[in-house]
């Protein structure tokens, strides 16, 4: 089956008349793509696929003497949380690294997280009388530091990174995720929301086959989302589809990422990570083994095509036809999609230190 994908995935990769470089992404209709690039530790592909009318996804690559940053932040409700991530959250790792001598750990990591949560709650509080809804948007956030010989993980929401890591001599590959997801679909996560609220008997109820954290929402981690945090925000004039029963217990979600570190092994080959647009559409098998079979020039992309190719399978149509429609009528076929492959040298790794390669790119802005 991952052969037959492969091969539509080569198959698909062409470009319509509307291809166009666009700074250092080449845009091919909804699709913007930065085809191959070198970070410290190795070499990078990244891809962004537009579904909604603006695009609600953001992501960066930032790579310099403390290694290599990845951000992949896939909002909802609207763009203004993912873009305050993408224009934050790097800045608050950078100066908290500092402090700490260039040193990286998980904790240094979630103070970002943390730091860039309360600065968002004080843009809501400056614009509360004047734009009200900006408190129900929010932002799944996911961040991936390459430092010396450790990647360091940590997620908020159900975007994920999964490794792909050689199988011995065999040229063989195997998936591993390493993030960790709060989506409310899961047991695991519904069963940690009702620990935490053993006296709402509604925390999380099922809603046309989907569980939601109160009936609203999916993830049970975000930034933003502060109407499901701060009481004060959960009321008139946000819209009554948002608004809960007075006296609830606040807050309900949670800014705090799962946070992992892992040491990076000789068989080590690359990191996918991706917001969940990716994820409803291939499995971990399936997304590694079309990177560990494909040229590395444009993998992202082949990655985010071959989703495509599943999502109008789904739908009974042809890709072809699914290229044709046009953003916002397009999400009711798939999501925004975000895909960042980070290749990894061990050369580099071993010696612990980056090879000079300093990158700053995020997604552009006004898709």
Request: hydrophobic letters at 40%.
């Amino acid at each position: 089956m991952f052969k037959k994908l492969i091969n539509l995935c080569s198959v698909c990769c062409w470009f319509g008349n509307d291809q166009k470089e666009v700074g250092e992404f080449k845009k091919d209709g909804l699709l913007w793509y930065h085809d191959i690039g070198k970070h410290g530790y190795g070499e990078y592909s990244m891809a962004v696929i537009q579904a909604n009318q603006v695009l609600e996804d953001q992501c960066q690559i930032e790579s310099g003497n403390f290694g290599t940053f990845v951000g992949v932040y896939d909002g909802h409700g609207g763009p203004d949380v993912a873009r305050y991530v993408c224009d934050n959250l790097f800045r608050h790792f950078q100066a908290n690294a500092a402090e700490s001598h260039g040193i990286v750990t998980p904790e240094i990591i979630k103070k970002a997280f943390l730091e860039t949560e309360k600065g968002f709650t004080s843009l809501v509080s400056q614009l509360w009388n004047s734009r009200p809804d900006i408190a129900t948007v929010g932002s799944c956030c996911l961040v991936g530091v390459v430092y010396q010989q450790t990647l360091f993980v940590a997620n908020v929401g159900d975007s994920r990174v999964v490794l792909g890591r050689k199988v011995g001599n065999t040229g063989g590959i195997t998936a591993i995720q390493l993030s960790k997801e709060h989506n409310a679909n899961l047991d695991n996560i519904r069963r940690e929301l009702r620990d935490m609220h053993p006296l709402d008997p509604q925390i999380v109820v099922l809603k046309h086959g989907v569980w939601r954290v109160k009936g609203i929402i999916q993830v049970s981690r975000s930034i933003g989302d502060v109407y499901m945090k701060h009481a004060r925000y959960n009321k008139e004039p946000i819209a009554a589809k948002f608004r809960l029963p007075e006296g609830t217990m606040m807050p309900i979600l949670s800014a705090s990422p799962s946070t992992l570190a892992h040491p990076i092994q000789p068989s080590d080959s690359f990191l996918i990570f991706a917001s969940d647009g990716l994820w409803e559409h291939l499995s971990n098998d399936e997304a590694v083994d079309i990177v560990h079979n494909s040229p590395r020039a444009g993998v992202a992309k082949r990655l985010v095509k071959a989703a495509l190719h599943e999502a109008a399978k789904k739908r009974e149509m042809r890709y072809s036809d699914l290229h044709k429609i046009d953003k916002r009528v397009r999400r009711h076929f798939h999501d925004d999609t975000t895909v960042i492959v980070l290749f990894l040298n061990h050369d580099l790794i071993s010696r612990g230190s980056p090879n000079g390669h300093n990158v700053s790119l995020r997604s552009a802005l006004e898709h």
